[in-house]
């Protein structure tokens, strides 16, 4: 079992930065890989981007790519996603994922998930 709880979600202006953090229970973190996932109001929960289990692999959506960055810190059982340069399109709750999926863009090959935390980008 691995429990989530992800946070640092805010109101930020458009072009600002936030610093999301999804902290794990459990010894097993380094044997998950983590994403981040996304979910704005009447739209279905999508990719944003994943973390192999070393960190030395890295994975985005093209929505986000050049502009997040994801990393983990296996000894804090840890993930981040830094968002840079956020858009009002980028505004939805923020999810931390963990699971061993075989396609890392796919959210129902997760097996645990965070609460969420809610971005929200406007003026």
């Known amino acids: 079992q691995v429990q989530l709880a992800d946070t640092g979600g805010g109101l930020v202006q458009p072009g600002g930065s936030l610093r999301l953090s999804c902290a794990a229970s459990?010894?097993?973190?380094?044997?998950?890989?983590m994403g981040w996932f996304r979910q704005a109001p009447g739209k279905a929960r999508e990719f944003v981007a994943a973390?192999?289990?070393?960190?030395?692999?890295?994975y985005y959506a093209d929505s986000v790519k050049g502009r997040f960055t994801i990393s983990r810190d296996n000894a804090k059982n840890t993930v981040y996603l830094q968002m840079n340069s956020l858009k009002v399109e980028d505004t939805a709750v923020y999810y931390c994922?963990?699971?061993?999926?075989?396609?890392?863009?796919?959210?129902?090959?997760?097996?645990?998930w965070g609460q969420g935390t809610q971005v929200t980008v406007s003026s």
């Open positions: 994922a963990a699971g061993r999926p075989t396609g890392w863009t796919r959210p129902a090959l997760y097996d645990y």
């Open positions: 459990g010894r097993t973190f380094s044997s998950y890989v």
């Open positions: 973390v192999s289990l070393s960190g030395n692999i890295t």
